[in-house]
């Protein structure tokens, strides 16, 4: 990106008095950079930004829709879940603590929706907390960035998410079966005895990396750099948690698993 004369301080008071983290553009903005129209015109990725904060999300669009995406914005929840499934978009940028529904029970409904539940979520939030953060991913967010975060930050995440989504997927057989376990990868359906089992759209991209390199040891970075898409996440043990669920769920013993191993030092290693 070309420096942009934008500077960003924190203030007081902006939107909701509990939310003291906010954005102050410095100066009015300018026009689009002639070196991007083009790009525009042939590219146009929607995103939609669901954002209380109105300098946050005037920051975002100004700065995406330099790099030619195409932005809209809805500034309370239950505004965003319906622009959202009327006019479905490529990326979804969204806070966590919204007005009248918040971020969660809304990446919650999209996950639940055949027709959006492949849809990049990017979260934002002020609030920092390792526990937020893994909630937001567990709940299918594919990344998290915390608040105060720089426009360039943002856009490296949203084009990596934008990449991951339009990524070919490997070779796989249309149905896997595991024991007496029934995995279909397209419609995001597992059966175990006939029974079917409930995966959170993050359980599912961890077992399929797992399914695309069994036999090989992978570690607790790699899988984060390869499922959640980044290489610094602040710990890993949101992997270890994921790992544990899958035990839970697919393992004859999860106390002695047969197909998720542990090797120590490490990572994890799938045996069919």
Not at 6 to 19: K, M
Not at 41 to 49: D, E, G, S
Request: charged share 30%; glycine share 6%.
């Amino acid at each position: 990106m070309s420096t942009l004369s934008l500077s960003i301080v924190l203030r007081q008071g902006s939107g909701d008095p509990q939310r003291p983290n906010a954005y102050r553009i410095s100066r009015p903005y300018g026009t689009l950079r002639t070196s991007r129209r083009a790009e525009r015109a042939t590219c146009m990725k929607r995103i939609l930004i669901i954002e209380d904060d109105r300098d946050i999300v005037e920051l975002v669009r100004y700065n995406l829709a330099n790099e030619g995406f195409q932005v809209n914005a809805a500034f309370d929840g239950s505004s965003g879940l319906n622009t959202l499934k009327k006019t479905p978009p490529d990326l979804l940028l969204l806070d966590l603590m919204l007005p009248r529904l918040s971020g969660l029970d809304i990446c919650r409904e999209v996950r639940r929706d055949d027709s959006l539940n492949r849809l990049p979520i990017l979260m934002l939030t002020a609030r920092g907390e390792e526990a937020d953060r893994v909630v937001g991913l567990e709940m299918g967010a594919d990344d998290y960035v915390t608040k105060p975060f720089s426009p360039r930050e943002l856009l490296a995440r949203v084009k990596a998410s934008m990449r991951r989504a339009n990524r070919p997927s490997s070779a796989l057989p249309e149905l896997f079966t595991l024991d007496d376990i029934s995995i279909n990868f397209t419609t995001m359906e597992l059966t175990r005895a006939g029974e079917p089992v409930t995966l959170t759209t993050q359980e599912f991209k961890v077992l399929k990396f797992f399914v695309q390199n069994q036999d090989r040891v992978v570690s607790r970075e790699e899988l984060l750099n390869e499922v959640w898409g980044y290489r610094n996440y602040p710990s890993t043990r949101t992997v270890d948690n994921h790992i544990l669920r899958l035990r839970q769920k697919l393992e004859k013993d999860p106390a002695h698993p047969l197909h998720f191993k542990t090797v120590h030092g490490t990572g994890y290693k799938f045996v069919r």
